[in-house]
């Protein structure tokens, strides 16, 4: 419990505010091109793509620390160990560049424990990188002294990691209740006529927000909160690039094909639950697909 309440705290340091905005910035800047932040958030893989990559060096260095506990250590083992921490400084790269895509798109409290989690790993390759050294000139013991510290530092780093995963909810699903929480049966959604030619509204379907659209003879009707940090959708904006309608969040930038709730550009990674649509006496009504990411025809 004290564990958990001293990373709660992390996120109550404004005083980090100032160099997590210079680290967000300074990744903004960096990172421009949208289909490599797709790539860096894992759009194409329908899941945030750093959890997966970083289990690589986590992998390797826990690997390295088990060879320099092993009795008897002789020639082999030792170039075993160091082989394993270059294997893990290596995939670390690809894993820290897609954590940065992330952390960059993260509301402040999400920043502050992201900054502690990133500053905990760099200390973690910092002293993986004095292991290499030390071992190379010969101080095997100091070298394994700093192989064991920058284990300590990953596994604190990877406790962070999944706190801001699980507790503070960085590039988890934000809509992924939608289709057990709204009615299983057909809801009112008021008069057609009263629905805005290409413009969204946002209406309630139980308790569940949605958003409205009425557009070219069409109507569409998904989650209003954004699957990536539940920003209102109604007040996106829209846009047509292949003739059917798309929508941006305000929040973040996650574009979402309305017809079917895909993702077309992150941060957001999941797809956006949407309903099925009937008009009855002039009324719209809509019922939940149970399976967000179904085309409309489906």
Same mark, same amino acid.
């Given at each position: ?188 959604? /008021? $008069? !057609?006529?009263?629905? *805005?030619?290409?413009? &969204? ?6 308790? =569940?927000?949605?958003?409205? #659209? ?46 079917? /709730? $895909? !993702?077309?550009?992150? *941060?957001?990674?999941? &797809? ?6 009937? =008009?009855?006496?002039?009324? #719209? ?14």
């Amino acid at each position: 419990m004290r564990s958990l309440s001293a990373k709660d705290r992390i996120a109550e340091w404004t005083w980090l505010d100032k160099p997590a905005g210079m680290l967000r910035d300074a990744v903004s800047r960096t990172l421009r091109g949208r289909r490599l932040k797709d790539a860096l958030h894992g759009v194409w893989l329908g899941h945030p793509l750093h959890p997966a990559v970083v289990q690589a060096p986590m992998g390797a260095f826990a690997c390295a620390g088990v060879v320099d506990a092993l009795p008897g250590r002789g020639v082999g083992e030792r170039r075993v160990t160091r082989l394993l921490i270059k294997l893990g400084l290596l995939a670390s790269v690809p894993a820290a560049v897609a954590g940065a895509a992330d952390f960059a798109q993260g509301h402040e409290e999400q920043q502050r424990t992201g900054l502690v989690h990133a500053l905990t790993s760099t200390a973690a390759l910092t002293s993986y990188l004095l292991s290499l050294r030390w071992r190379a000139s010969g101080r095997e013991v100091a070298g394994i002294a700093a192989g064991w510290s920058g284990l300590g530092f990953t596994v604190a780093s990877g406790m962070l990691g999944g706190h801001l995963s699980f507790h503070q909810a960085t590039s988890v699903n934000h809509a992924d209740a939608v289709p057990h929480i709204a009615p299983d049966e057909w809801t009112d959604l /008021g $008069e !057609v006529a009263d629905l *805005p030619e290409g413009s &969204p509204t946002r209406r309630m379907a139980g308790e =569940v927000p949605v958003f409205v #659209l009425r557009d070219r003879g069409e109507l569409y009707v998904l989650a209003d909160r954004c699957s990536h940090a539940s920003g209102p959708l109604n007040q996106g904006s829209l846009s047509w690039p292949d003739g059917s309608p798309c929508v941006e969040c305000p929040w973040h930038g996650s574009v979402f094909r309305v017809a079917s /709730g $895909e !993702v077309v550009h992150g *941060p957001a990674t999941a &797809p956006q639950p949407t309903f099925h649509t009937r =008009v009855v006496d002039g009324r #719209l009504q809509a019922l939940v697909r149970r399976i967000p990411g179904v085309p409309a025809g489906g």
